[in-house]
Every structure is written in C-alpha cells, then in structure tokens.
C-alpha cells in the first residue's frame, strides 16, 4: 500500500467516526472542524493529506512546525500551534500560526501579540483549560480560578482575537466527566467573549466523547496517520 492510501484510508475512517458520533449527538458534522495533529512526520504527509482535502494541520514543536509551515507554505493550509510553548518563542511562533491553542499562562501574551501585530494579521487564541486533579504533575492548562484573567488579557492585546479553550482529556481518567467540565468552562467563558465559540477536545482515543460534548476542533494525529515514532 502507498503512503497516500495509507493516509487516505486514515482519513476516511476518521470521518466515518466523526459522522456517526455527530448523528449520535444529533450534531451536524459541518460544525466539527477535523484538525490532523502532524508531529513528527515529514511534510511529504502533511503534502498528501492536503491532496486529500485536509485543510487544517497542528504541530506541538516550534522548530518542526516553522520548518514544515515554510515547506508547505504553498498549499494554503492553516496551522495549529497546539503544543507546550515558552514565552521567548511566542512571537515566534506567531509569525506563521494561524491559530494557538495552547495559551495556557499570561506570560504568553504579549509575545503572541507582538508576533501577530508585525505579521499584520489577526492570530486566533484558544486558552488551555486544564482538566487534571488539582495538583496533578505534569498538568498544563490553566487551573479554572486562573483562567477569567488569562480571558482578560487576550481580550486586552492587540492582535489577538480570543476564539474558545481548548482542552486534553486527564491520562486514565474518563473522557466523559473531563469533556463534560469543559463544555461548563467554554459556557463560562463566553459569558465575558460571546464570540469565543470554539472548543478544541478530542484526540484519537476519545474523539467521540468530544463530539458529544460540543467540540467544535478535533485533534486527531495517529487515528490518521499511524503509530508516532517512539519518542512521539
Ligand atoms: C499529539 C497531540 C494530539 C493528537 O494525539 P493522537 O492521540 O495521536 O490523536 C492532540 N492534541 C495534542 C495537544 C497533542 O499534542
């Protein structure tokens, strides 16, 4: 099998999934944006998975994902920067995202902002809404009680235009119960950001539990693309 069948066959499966978990939510899959999550694999897939009308694309490291932004800067597609960021590399990093989901801590802002003001153009921002226990190692998202000032201040820079949270469901907890608590966050959020409709949930375990809660971005990499490398 080619690789392009290989990635198609991704593809298509992952689509079937999302319509049957939309019609068991009673949800029109229109309103459910498929992001394929790309980390780690060269750029000749992302190129193949353009070919098969993939339109959104997400990386988690800035050096991978400046490199495979600029080697398929010809196919018009939209990167998600979805990984663990540190501040020094904001601007950075918004000078060829299209969309930074992972804004989980003020110190983020004003090198998002400053990115996205000398690119002249509007960057989208999801904050990263943390779903752990409280005390969790490893946790990354914003804790509830920080995130109305982390709202404030996107809401308050130049640049950046606030569109939802974003959220990874708890390792080994229920997919459910975190999506569920989620959806109660992206309410709450949108009672200071009317606008800010977007709920990035969902990767390619739990996709369907998302949908159920009212995502609107899946995160789906390896139920598309295969298994990662080991150290992926
Ligand atoms: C890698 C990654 C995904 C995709 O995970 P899969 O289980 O391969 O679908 C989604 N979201 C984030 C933040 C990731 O880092």
């Not at 392009?4 to 999302?18: I, K, N, Y």
């Not at 995202?97 to 509007?122: F, I, M, N, P, T």
Request: net charge negative.
């Amino acid at each position: 099998m080619t690789r392009e069948q290989e990635l198609a066959d991704g593809v298509a499966r992952v689509r079937e999934r999302v319509s049957h978990a939309c019609a068991e939510a009673g949800r029109d899959p229109d309103e459910v944006t498929l992001v394929v999550v790309t980390k780690f694999f060269p750029a000749s897939d992302v190129r193949l998975l353009a070919g098969l009308g993939i339109r959104e694309v997400a990386e988690n490291r800035h050096q991978e994902a400046e490199a495979k932004a600029e080697e398929c800067a010809d196919l018009g597609l939209r990167w998600h920067f979805v990984g663990g960021l540190q501040s020094n590399k904001a601007a950075a990093v918004a000078r060829y995202a299209d969309c930074v989901q992972s804004v989980d801590r003020a110190k983020l802002v004003g090198g998002l902002s400053r990115g996205a003001v000398e690119r002249g153009r509007d960057l989208d921002v999801l904050v990263q809404v943390s779903l752990d226990p409280p005390g969790a190692d490893g946790r990354s998202g914003a804790a509830a009680s920080d995130l109305p000032a982390l709202v404030d201040r996107v809401l308050g820079a130049d640049g950046l235009r606030l569109r939802g949270v974003m959220a990874v469901a708890p390792l080994g907890g229920d997919p459910d119960e975190a999506f569920a608590r989620l959806a109660d966050v992206a309410t709450d959020v949108r009672r200071t950001a009317p606008e800010a409709t977007w709920v990035s949930a969902g990767m390619s375990g739990d996709l369907e539990q998302a949908v159920r809660h009212g995502a609107t971005h899946l995160r789906v990499g390896s139920a598309v693309l295969g298994p990662r490398p080991p150290n992926g």
